[in-house]
C-alpha cells in the first residue's frame, strides 16, 4: 500500500518527508516523491524506484522549508513512472493519495471536457484538479478539499498543500487509514504510524468522512456532516519496529487481519450493486471471445496453484467451462495440446514467478488467449498476457501467502460470475446469493479473526507433531491443500493435503493417535460425507482437528476441537474456509520459535526456475 507523510512546524521539511517515507518502506512501493513550500513557491521532486533515488535527486537539489508532504506509491492505476509518482499538482495545489477512485474515468472525462490537461495516467490525478476547481471557485482549502471528495467514489487518504496558503495542510481520509500526530509548535499527517513515531507518540486516528486542517499550532477536525470534532488523542506505545506491523508481532499476522478489508478493495468498482452484476472493464479486450470459449487452463505455482484448483470448482459451476488447473512447472515441458478456443490463466501474486512467466508464454505459442490475475502493477506477468485482474491486496510482505490468496479466490469468483453472465449460464438467484456472500465476507471474516485466541491453543496442543494430514472435499480440497502449505512452509512440520473421498485408497493406514487430523468440514452439500471420514479418522485412533459451523452439533461429537468457520453460499465458503487453517499454522509456527515471516529456504517470489 502507498506510504503518506505530511508535516508543519519548524524543523527542515525535507528531512522529515524522507525520513517518514523510509520508515514505510516495509509497505512496498515503486515511485516516491515529495512537495514542500520554500517560502516562494511549491517545489516537487519525485523519482521512480526506491527512496535512494527520490534522496539523491533531493540531495542535489535541496529544497528548504517547513511544511510539505510526500509519498510513496504502490501502482494501482498507471505505471510505475516518475510521472505518475505523487505529489501530483495542478495549478497551485499538491496533493499525495492512497486508496482506489472507482469513478477516476467519468470524473477525467468531465474534467478534460472542461479544458483541464492531465500529465499523467493515474485515478489520484483526478483528485487534484477537483480540488484546484473548488479552490479556483475561491473555497477555502479544507471546503475545497471536502468538495473535492464529495464527487468521488471509492477510498481515499489524502494530504493537500496550496501555494495560496502554505500556512496549512489539509487532509482527508475515507476507507483508507490516515493518523494525526501531535507535536509542540509541529503537526504531522501519515498513513500509518512508524512514519511520524519518532516526532511524536500522541496521535489521532482519523474517522471515515473526516477532513482536518494542520497548521503548526493547531489541529481542526471537520467530520463528515460539516461538524466540528474533536478526536481523543492516543498514546503509542509501541517500539518502531513493532509499528511497522501495526502492533502485530509478523507481517504475517497483520496480512491475516487485514483480509477483510483487501476483499472489500479487490471487489470495489466490480459488482454493479442495483443489479447484482458483476462488471470487469479490464477484460474489455476478452469479452469478444467469451461465447466461443471451449475451454480454460490454469497455470500457477503454489498458493496461486490452490487458488487456481479452488476457481475450477466456481467457474465450471457457474460459467459451465471445462477447467485445467495445471502446475506451471509441468505444464511447460508437457507439449500441451492448446488453441485460440483455450484461454489461458496465470495466476501469481507476485507477477515475476519463472515457472509460471514460461507457462504462459508456452500458451501464448500454441496460440491461447491469454489473462493474468496479478496483484503487482506492471510485473512481467502483467506485460506478458492480454488482460489483467488485478487483485488489490496490497503488497503482501510476509513470504507465506494469505492476503494474496484470498484476494485471488474472490476475484476467481468474480471472473466466474462475469464469465457466466456473458454465456448466461447462471441463475439469477445464484448470482445474486453468491455476490450478496461476497459482499458479506468482511463482517464475517472480522468475527472469525476472534478466534484467534481459541485457535493458538488448539495449535499449541499440536505444535509438536511430526507431521499431519489435511482432509477436504470439493471446493474444499483445494483449502485442505492449502492448510497443508501453510502448515509446512512456516513451521517446518510436514503435512499432507488430500482429498477425503482418498483417504481410504492409502492414507487412511497412516492414521494413528499420533497423526492429528484436520478436516475441513463447512456446512455444505458435502458434509455427510466428509463426517463419515471424519468418524474414520477416530475409529482408528486418530486425533480430529475440524473446521466447520459450531452450530453444526455431530461435529463437537466427532471431533477433538472445532475450529469455527460461519456458513455461506458454495463458491465462496472456501474464501474463510482457509483462514482458520492460516491462524492455526501462523500460531505453531509462532509457538515453535520459527522464522514466520521469512522462513528457511523460501523466497517471497520464485523468480528462477
Ligand atoms: C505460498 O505461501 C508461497 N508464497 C508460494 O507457494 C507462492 O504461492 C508461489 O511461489 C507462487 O508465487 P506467485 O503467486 O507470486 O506466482
Same mark, same amino acid.
Given at each position: 500500500m502507498c506510504g503518506i507523510v505530511g508535516y508543519v512546524g519548524e524543523l527542515a521539511c525535507g528531512e522529515v518527508l524522507l525520513d517518514g517515507l523510509s520508515r514505510l518502506e516495509y509497505r512496498g512501493y515503486d515511485s516516491a516523491g515529495i512537495a514542500i513550500w520554500d517560502g516562494e513557491s511549491i517545489r516537487r521532486v519525485r523519482a521512480e524506484g526506491k527512496l535512494f533515488n527520490l534522496d539523491r535527486r533531493f540531495r542535489e537539489n535541496p529544497i528548504e522549508g517547513s511544511i510539505g508532504i510526500g509519498h510513496t506509491r504502490w501502482a494501482t492505476h498507471g505505471a510505475p513512472v516518475e510521472r505518475?509518482?505523487?505529489?501530483?499538482?495542478?495549478?497551485?495545489?499538491?496533493?499525495?493519495?492512497?486508496?482506489?477512485?472507482?469513478?477516476?474515468t467519468a470524473l477525467r472525462q468531465e474534467l478534460e471536457a472542461e479544458g483541464r490537461v492531465f500529465e499523467s495516467d493515474t485515478d489520484t490525478e483526478v483528485l487534484a484538479h477537483l480540488v484546484a476547481r473548488e479552490r479556483a471557485a475561491g473555497h477555502d482549502l479544507l471546503h475545497a478539499v471536502r468538495r473535492a471528495t464529495g464527487h468521488v467514489r471509492g477510498s481515499w487518504a489524502v494530504v493537500v498543500l496550496d501555494a495560496h496558503s502554505p500556512d496549512e495542510l489539509v487532509a482527508a481520509r475515507h476507507a483508507s487509514p490516515l493518523v494525526i500526530g501531535l507535536g509542540s509548535g509541529e503537526n504531522f499527517a501519515a498513513s500509518d504510524v512508524p512514519a511520524i513515531l519518532r516526532h511524536t507518540r500522541r496521535m489521532i486516528f482519523l474517522e471515515d468522512g473526516d477532513t482536518v486542517r494542520l497548521t503548526r499550532t493547531a489541529v481542526e477536525i471537520t467530520a463528515e456532516d460539516g461538524s466540528r470534532v474533536e478526536r481523543t488523542p492516543k498514546a503509542i506505545t509501541w517500539d518502531?519496529?513493532?509499528? +511497522?506491523?501495526?502492533?502485530?508481532?509478523?507481517?504475517?499476522?497483520? +496480512? /491475516?487481519?487485514?483480509?477483510?478489508d483487501r476483499i472489500v478493495d479487490t #471487489?470495489?468498482?466490480?459488482? #454493479?450493486?442495483? @443489479?447484482? @452484476?458483476?462488471?470487469?472493464?479490464? #477484460?474489455?479486450t476478452l469479452e469478444g471471445i467469451v461465447p466461443s470459449l471451449r475451454r480454460i487452463v490454469i497455470l500457477a505455482c503454489g498458493t496461486s496453484w490452490h487458488a487456481g484448483l479452488v476457481g475450477r470448482y466456481a467457474i465450471g459451476g457457474l460459467a459451465r467451462l471445462p477447467v485445467e488447473v495445471e502446475l506451471a512447472s509441468e505444464f511447460r515441458y508437457r507439449n500441451p495440446v492448446m488453441d485460440g478456443e483455450t484461454l489461458? /490463466?496465470?495466476?501469481?501474486?507476485?507477477?515475476e514467478t519463472a515457472d509460471t512467466l514460461a507457462a504462459i508464454e508456452e500458451a501464448k505459442r500454441l496460440g491461447a488467449r491469454t489473462m493474468t490475475i496479478c496483484n503487482v502493477m506492471e510485473s512481467s506477468m502483467t506485460r506478458a498476457v492480454e488482460a489483467t485482474l488485478y487483485t488489490h491486496a496490497g503488497p503482501e510482505i510476509g513470504v507465506a501467502s494469505t492476503k494474496a490468496y484470498t484476494t485471488q479466490l474472490s476475484a476467481l469468483l468474480l471472473l466466474a460470475l462475469w464469465l457466466g453472465?456473458?454465456?448466461?449460464?447462471?441463475?439469477?438467484? +445464484?448470482?445474486q446469493a453468491t455476490i450478496r456472500s461476497l459482499r458479506a465476507l468482511p463482517r464475517q471474516i472480522e468475527e472469525m479473526l476472534g478466534d484467534e485466541a481459541l485457535i493458538r491453543e488448539v495449535g499449541r496442543e499440536y505444535m509438536h507433531a511430526r507431521s499431519m494430514l489435511f482432509l477436504g472435499?470439493?471446493?474444499e480440497f483445494p483449502t485442505a491443500l492449502e492448510g497443508a502449505l501453510k502448515l509446512k512452509e512456516i513451521s517446518y512440520i510436514h503435512a499432507e493435503g488430500y482429498a477425503a473421498g482418498e483417504m481410504k485408497h492409502g492414507p487412511i493406514a497412516l492414521i494413528d493417535e499420533e497423526l492429528p487430523v484436520v478436516v475441513v468440514a463447512p456446512r455444505n452439500r458435502l458434509l455427510e460425507k466428509t463426517m463419515s471420514n471424519l468418524e474414520e479418522v477416530r475409529a482408528r485412533g486418530g486425533r480430529v482437528i475440524a473446521v466447520g459451523d459450531r452450530s453444526v452439533s455431530e461435529l463437537e461429537r466427532h471431533a477433538d476441537h472445532v475450529l469455527h468457520v460461519p456458513s455461506t453460499t458454495e463458491w465462496v465458503q472456501p474464501i474463510l474456509s482457509v483462514i482458520p487453517l492460516q491462524l492455526f499454522a501462523y500460531a505453531i509456527a509462532d509457538l515453535r520459535g520459527t522464522d514466520v515471516d521469512q522462513p528457511r529456504n523460501l523466497a517471497k517470489s520464485v523468480t528462477v526456475e
Open positions: 505518475n509518482a505523487h505529489p501530483h499538482r495542478v495549478d497551485d495545489v499538491v496533493l499525495v493519495h492512497n486508496g482506489i477512485i472507482e469513478n477516476h518502531p519496529v513493532a509499528a +511497522e506491523k501495526q502492533g502485530y508481532k509478523h507481517f504475517m499476522l497483520k +496480512e /491475516i487481519h487485514e483480509q477483510g #471487489l470495489r468498482g466490480r459488482i #454493479l450493486l442495483d @443489479e447484482d @452484476e458483476v462488471t470487469l472493464p479490464s #477484460l474489455a489461458a /490463466i496465470a495466476i501469481s501474486q507476485s507477477g453472465q456473458l454465456r448466461g449460464t447462471i441463475p439469477a438467484a +445464484e448470482r472435499r470439493g471446493n
